[in-house]
């Protein structure tokens, strides 16, 4: 295990944790802080991955754009991701204006918000 981190989003409280495996990938599980049930499974790529490449349509400067105009800050971590379903997106951790830690993924082919959490805590890198 990299990382854990206890985080907020859409009213539930969830871990995830960031793992690399015996293949050298690095994956990232999220799952339900009460009852341990995972909700998600993704897998850490590069930008230059063939399966991020081919799909993305959206620009990485245009990706930071959409996650600051929902919350201004600093993007202090930015990870390109290939979601369980096959779909792509940059997940950036932002420190707000306010202090908070915000985790948010915006999908790299339509641009729209995937999600947000804030993160409550972390351990490990």
């Known amino acids: 295990m990299d990382s854990l981190s206890y ?3 859409d009213g539930k409280s ?7 495996g015996n293949d050298g990938r690095n994956w990232e599980v999220e799952c ?3 009852s341990g049930k ?3 499974i993704e897998r850490e ?16 400067d245009a990706a930071i754009k959409i996650a600051l105009d929902k919350y201004p800050g600093e993007v202090i971590n930015i990870e390109y991701d290939l979601e369980d379903d096959g779909e792509i997106s940059y ?3 932002i420190k707000t204006q306010d202090g908070k830690t ?7 082919e339509s641009g729209k918000l995937a999600g947000y ?6 351990i490990g890198n």
């Not at 969830?14 to 690399?20: A, L, P, R």
């Not at 915000?102 to 790299?108: G, L, P, R, W």
């Open 91 to 93: 997940e950036f951790i």
């Open 7 to 9: 985080e907020f989003e």
């Open 14 to 20: 969830q871990f995830e944790i960031d793992i690399k």
């Open 45 to 60: 790529i590069s930008a230059s991955a063939p399966e991020f490449k081919s799909k993305a349509k959206i620009r990485l």
């Open 32 to 34: 339900d802080a009460s």
């Open 117 to 122: 959490e804030e993160v409550i805590y972390r």
């Open 38 to 40: 995972i909700n998600r």
């Open 102 to 108: 915000i985790e948010i993924e915006v999908d790299a």
